[in-house]
Nanobody, 114 residues
C-alpha cells in the first residue's frame, strides 16, 4: 500500500521561502512521476509541479521561475522548494503519485501572510 506524508508547510511572509517534503512508502516510488498540487479555499485543486521518474519537470504558469521540484529516490522523497512566495500561494499542498491508482497525501498548509 502506498502512503504519502507531506511536511514543511507553515506561515511565511510574502517574499519568503519554504521547502515541502513528501515521503513515500513502498518500493514503487522511483518508477513513477510525482506531483505537487494545491487547493486554495473555494478553488479547484491545481497542479503546481510534476517530476518524472527520470527527473524531467514541469510547472504551473503561476509558479514558474519561483518553485523548484526535485526528487531523491534513495530516500523515496520528493521536494518542492518555494521561493518568492506570494499571498496567492496560500493553499493546502498535496503530494501525488499515480501507479494506475492515484494516491494522495494528507496535505500540508502553506499560508503566506504579512
Amino acid at each position: 500500500q502506498v502512503q504519502l506524508v507531506e511536511s514543511g508547510g507553515g506561515l511565511v511572509q510574502p517574499g519568503g521561502a519554504l521547502r515541502l517534503s513528501c515521503a513515500a512508502s513502498g518500493s514503487i516510488f522511483r518508477f513513477y512521476a510525482m506531483g505537487w498540487y494545491r487547493q486554495a479555499p473555494g478553488k479547484q485543486r491545481e497542479l503546481v509541479s510534476r517530476i518524472t521518474s527520470v527527473g524531467s519537470t514541469n510547472y504551473g504558469d503561476s509558479v514558474k521561475g519561483r518553485f523548484i521540484i526535485t526528487r531523491e529516490n534513495a530516500k523515496n522523497t520528493v521536494y518542492l522548494q518555494m521561493n518568492s512566495l506570494k499571498l496567492e500561494d496560500t493553499a493546502v499542498y498535496y503530494c501525488n503519485i499515480n501507479n494506475g491508482v492515484s494516491h494522495w497525501g494528507q496535505g500540508t498548509q502553506v499560508t503566506v501572510s504579512s
